[in-house]
C-alpha cells in the first residue's frame, strides 16, 4: 500500500464524516456547541475540528510537496468550520500521487512543547497522522453526543453504507 492509498481516502472519509455531524449540529444546537468540551483540560469543538483538519494538512506537508495552509484560528460559526473541512478535502484530493515521497523517506519534526520525532513517511502517517486526525474526530463526536445531537454509528461511519448488500439499517 502506497502512502496515497493510505492517506488520502482515510482523511477524506474521516473528514467526511466530520462534516455530516457538524451538519447536524447545526441543526440541534448550532453554533454554540462549538465552545462545548468533553473536560475541561480538552480543546472545545472548533479547535476538535481545527486540529483535524491541521492534521492532514501537516501530513500533506510532511510526505508530499504540498503547501496547503490553514488559518491558525479556530472558525467562530459551523458554517465556516465545514468551509474548513471543505477545503482540506479539496487539497487532500488535489494533491498530485506523484508528489508522494517514498514510505520509508524520513519525516521529523517538533511539537510546540519541544518534543522532536524522527521516523518514515509510513511510520508518520500511520502512528501520528491518522492517529491525530481520528482522535480529533472521535473527540468531536463524542462531544455532539455528549451534548444530544441526533448522531450514531451510521453518522460515524458514513462511508460504509455504500458497501451494505442487506439489512435494515439503523434509523
Known amino acids: 500500500m502506497t502512502l496515497v492509498d493510505q492517506l488520502k481516502p482515510t482523511a477524506d472519509n474521516v473528514l467526511a464524516m466530520l462534516d455530516g455531524i457538524l451538519a447536524k449540529a447545526d441543526d440541534h444546537g448550532g453554533d454554540a456547541l462549538l ?25 500533506l506537508k510532511r510526505v508530499s510537496d504540498s503547501s496547503f495552509t490553514l488559518p491558525d484560528d479556530d472558525d467562530p460559526t459551523i458554517a465556516a468550520a465545514r468551509e474548513r473541512i471543505a477545503k482540506t478535502r479539496e487539497a ?74 442487506s439489512g435494515a439499517l439503523p434509523a
Open 35 to 59: 465552545g462545548e468540551r468533553l473536560a475541561p483540560d480538552m480543546f472545545a469543538l472548533a479547535a476538535q475540528v481545527r486540529v483535524a483538519c491541521d492534521q492532514v494538512s501537516a501530513a
Open 92 to 165: 487532500l484530493k488535489a494533491q498530485a500521487d506523484a508528489s508522494f515521497v517514498a514510505p520509508d523517506a524520513p519525516v521529523e519534526f517538533t511539537l510546540p512543547m519541544g518534543i522532536t520525532f524522527a521516523m518514515t513517511a509510513r511510520e508518520y502517517v500511520d502512528g501520528w497522522a491518522l492517529a491525530q486526525l481520528y482522535f480529533h474526530a472521535v473527540t468531536a463526536y463524542a462531544i455532539l453526543r455528549s451534548k444530544g445531537v441526533p448522531i450514531g454509528k451510521v453518522d460515524f461511519l458514513p462511508h460504509m453504507m455504500r458497501y451494505v448488500t
